[in-house]
């Protein structure tokens, strides 16, 4: 039957088109890549996806080095039953990726851009760090979803090739994730709940605070509509962890500015920021000549003891001591800092409960630990005691923590060395090359081992060490290389001697020397010991030292009261033509070998493994000095004497005879002439170790080597 009326053709489509929406889910399909994996999974769903890349300037011919700017995009699914809270993503870059933006979330560890991720990155959801769950909101992709827009440059990869990732997985406590999938341009990965993960019991709808080498608390004291009150402490939980002259810095994200500030200050104090930017234009009549800080990125530092009861900008409890934070070994008190803020916000969080903390936070002194700190998260709101003295608790408004943990110094990148020497070898093995960093455009060798030294040497700088070094070098018939070795660059050195070694002890003697132009105030050292060293520690004679409880192998040592100053570097008596002399402390520590009995100083048991200043750790020497006066690898050290003993068992044949067998004997022109025993030894073939090292020195190889001994005799 054939349908000519109008009304009757519309109610016939629209009757189709309800059997096609009928027949749909209603899942918002388009924001959610079709991927069949996605209905099965029951946790985190992550995708990365490349877009497109254009090449950069210059344009070059080695495929390799051509930069090209590229287009991802990465999304963070949850498909739990429960909420996923602070969800971090790590993606594996591959390619010497140098981000330059990713909308939605934060790189940790406080990277600013451009930041390179060539290793691979962390990124952390802002502002939406909690992922809802679907039953709680009716599957909206709004509060389930983070989707983040991601820029950048890549290098090589020559088209058609697509620059994917290694990895990508979900680095949340328990949660696991298989290897992704990799399909064209589009790489995913569902992530489970571990069922062996022990999870704290947490009742509240924040995270547990966490733990940390140094952690920053962010509260909320008061808020209203367009500005609050926040408080900022700082705790040193590290027993080697410090900071001296502390720099925080931190960046707002959402047009913040503060007003004023309590027991802290920022270096800079310009109110143009806000006049000309996008502060004035909401707050028209606003008077903005007192304000504290405009800056998005500011630095803000400690005020001086003499400011600690100024009514005004102090008299706040753990404020005010010059940026000093001390392990609670040394000083509990001096172990927290805190300070206040009046911040104003921006349009549309006018909303006295739209809070959001400042991101990307970074920490760091005068000469301490490298701390690397992670993004704030939403915490169970902190309790303080009543101002009024009163035995309640005042509840913050809203809080966030800030976990930095100290990381471990890059290679060549340290701020303090170490060199040794001992009383059986009249040299000292200075600081490596470059232990501290070397300039690119430096007229000297950055990889050439260190020229050793005489023990005076030490205490000149070293660019007065020149003629020291050659001049030893020639004495004792080494070569010195041309160029010659870079500086270690370090500010702070420590020399570590062997000074005896006797039948029921040993002792040793270790000297601080600073070679900056700052005095270090309630200086610590802390020199990690082999077991057998430090069982037998006794005393220490001009220091302080303290076993650390945390470990059974590390002696902590401090200046005693009134000598717990490391002056800085001055003048010679005569300073047109005396070099500067650099500030000095040095103790001597006993040792008894009533505990170990089998302890060999020599062969390196009377060495320190690790030696941190003021937290920091000291870059150690590739090796240890021998009794006969030569330099060994520590690496190496067995292997040698192994060598060295076979060799010494080689000796010289007497009496001669011919002996003309060929066959079961070497060719060798001197075997014909033994008779007695004849010995060979054959190196055969070696293959390099791992770890794989740049120090030659330093590089262990398995070799292959043949032994024989020949009877010549009647």
Known sequence: MRIHSWPHKIFLCLCLLFAILSAQDYDNIDNIPAIPALDTCNGVFLTYTFIERAKEFPHVKNASAQAYAFKAQASVLNTMSENLKAWKMFIGFQNNEILVN???????DGLEFPAHV?????????????LMNAIDTAGDLNQIQAKIDIKGTQFGVKPPGTPMPKTIKLVNNGFRC??????????????????????EANVTKFLPRQKADLTIAYDVLQSYGNNYLAQVTIDNWSPLGRLDNWNLTWEWMR??????MRGAYTLKRDSASCIYGQAASYYTTFDFSPVMSCEKKLIIVDLPPERAKDKDIGNLPFCCKNGTILPSLM????????????????PPDLNRTILYPPQKWKIEGELNPTYKCGPPIRVTPMEFPDPSGLMSDTIAVASWQIGCNITRPIERKSRCCVSFSAYYNDSVLPCNTCACGCSDAMACDPDAQPLLLPSEALLLPFENRTKKALAWAKLKHRDAPNPLPCSDNCGVSINWHILSNYRHGWSARITLFNWKDYTFKDWFTAVQLSPNAFLGYENVYSFNGTKLNTTNDTLFLQGLEGLNYLLPETDGKNPKIDPQVPGKQQSVISFTK?????????????????????GEECALPDEIPRGDGVRISVGLLRLLLIVIVVFLTIFECINSQDYDDSDTAPANPEQDKCIGVFLTYTFTKRTKEYPHVKNTSAQAYAFDAEATILNTMS
């Open 255 to 260: 047009g913040e500015f503060i007003y004023s």
């Open 102 to 108: 990713t909308d939605g979330a934060v790189v940790m």
């Open 178 to 199: 298989p290897r992704p999938t990799k399909k064209g341009s589009q790489m995913y990965v569902c992530c489970v709940k571990d069922p062996k993960f022990k999870n």
């Open 594 to 614: 009533k505990n170990t009995p089998d302890i060999k100083i020599a062969h390196g048991d009377g060495f320190p493994v690790k030696v941190f200043f003021d």
């Open 331 to 346: 000083n509990e008190t001096l172990s927290k800092a805190i300070f206040q803020l009046q911040v104003y916000k921006m």
């Open 118 to 130: 060539g290793n691979g990155t962390t990124i952390s959801g802002y502002p939406m760090s909690d």
